[in-house]
Nanobody
Framework: QVQLVESGGGLVQAGGSSRLSCTASGRTFSSYAMGWFRQAPGKEREFVASTSRRGGRTRYADSVQGRFTISRDNEKNTLYLQMNSLKPEDTAVYYC?????????????????WGQGTQVTVSA
């Protein structure tokens, strides 16, 4: 089992940058593929990015490809999401999630463990 805590959200101007962190505790962090998801008001939770256990493979949603970068530091038990060129439509609660898998799932229901989320608001 693993516990996840996100941090780093806040208010950012359009065109700006922000970095989210997700700190894990419990079972060995490197045992898990990790993902970032987001949920805007009135919308379903959507996939943002995922990374493999050692960080060698990543995948992104088309909407963030080229702007967001997912990475992890297994020594620090931490997952990151660097967000650049932010747009108002990136406004959402961002969640990190973990699954004991060699795959890089895009589906939220593939993930077992979730953080509580952190709000990112991008002003126009």
């Amino acid at each position: 089992q693993v516990q996840l805590v996100e941090s780093g959200g806040g208010l950012v101007q359009a065109g700006g940058s922000s970095r989210l962190s997700c700190t894990a505790s419990g079972r060995t962090f490197s045992s898990y593929a990790m993902g970032w998801f987001r949920q805007a008001p009135g919308k379903e939770r959507e996939f943002v990015a995922s990374t493999s256990r050692r960080g060698g493979r990543t995948r992104y949603a088309d909407s963030v490809q080229g702007r967001f970068t997912i990475s992890r530091d297994n020594e620090k038990n931490t997952l990151y999401l660097q967000m650049n060129s932010l747009k108002p439509e990136d406004t959402a609660v961002y969640y990190c999630a973990a699954v004991d898998s060699w795959d890089l799932p895009r589906e939220a229901n593939s993930y077992v463990y979730w953080g509580q989320g952190t709000q990112v608001t991008v002003s126009a």
